[in-house]
């Protein structure tokens, strides 16, 4: 069965660092990843998303990489700032849509 | 721009009551997805729905629940009889593609349901 494990579980940085958030899964047998953003009291908003063949994906100051051999992904957040703050969530899907999601790691860019 | 809405955005009912929890997907959107969050917990996937036909489920969505498209706009979630460890937030997703393809689904806030 996939377990999906966000380290750290909650962050709290000052304005302007840059900052790595890790997701490792135990079943490499993925199709993709994703990574999701989550405002407290709202939906889900989705960031970026991994296909199994590729290695990186870049949005804005946002870059996520995926090493499907070691089971790891990582969420790169450059020059951090308040509007940030929120709880970032990784999910690995199979070939038939059925994710499995992490706990999550909690932001919080202070100015 | 278009968005994902769900209703009610809190729910309260008792123990073996039955409860609907609707959402409107974005109108030119086919793919339609029920996930549920337990207080402090995982985000939980529950079921995929396309051309009015369950795709995908997870172990969680057994004979208590149901989904239906009963017209062009409304995607609901029923449970037949609720009990205390459904309390969650559910969300309601959509997609123009199947979003394990790579396409981006679109949540909606969340229904907040409480089981007494």
């Known amino acids: 069965k996939q377990e999906v494990t966000q380290i750290p579980a909650a962050l709290s940085v000052p304005e302007g660092e840059n900052l790595v958030l890790n997701c490792s899964f135990t079943?490499?047998?993925?199709?993709?990843l994703q990574w999701f953003r989550q405002d407290p009291g709202k939906g889900l908003t989705s960031l970026l998303l991994?296909?199994?063949?590729?290695r990186e994906q870049t949005s804005g100051r946002l870059n996520a990489s995926l090493d499907k051999s070691s089971g790891r992904s990582t969420l790169y957040i450059a020059a951090s700032q308040p509007g940030d703050s929120a709880t970032y969530l990784c999910?690995?899907?199979?070939?038939?849509?059925?994710?499995?999601f992490g706990r999550g790691t909690s932001l919080i860019v202070h100015p | 721009e278009p968005e994902v809405t769900q209703t009610p955005s809190h729910q309260v009912t008792q123990m073996g009551q039955e409860v609907i929890l609707r959402c409107v997907p974005i109108?030119?959107?086919?793919?339609f997805y029920w996930y549920r969050q337990i207080l402090g917990q995982k985000v939980e996937f529950l079921v995929s729905?396309?051309?009015?036909?369950?795709?995908?489920k997870s172990e969680i969505f057994d004979d208590q629940f149901s989904v239906e498209r009963p017209d062009g706009s409304n995607f609901t979630l029923k449970i037949r009889s609720t009990k205390l460890e459904d309390s969650a937030m559910y969300f309601c997703?959509?997609?123009?593609?199947?979003?394990?393809?790579?396409?981006?689904?679109?949540f909606g806030p969340g229904t907040r349901l409480l089981v007494l």
């Open positions: 997703a959509s997609s123009i593609r199947l979003a394990g393809a790579g396409e981006t689904q679109y």
């Open positions: 079943d490499s047998a993925i199709y993709n």
């Open positions: 991994i296909q199994s063949s590729q």
């Open positions: 999910a690995v899907t199979p070939r038939s849509y059925i994710p499995t």
């Open positions: 109108s030119n959107h086919l793919y």
């Open positions: 729905f396309y051309n009015n036909e369950i795709s995908e």
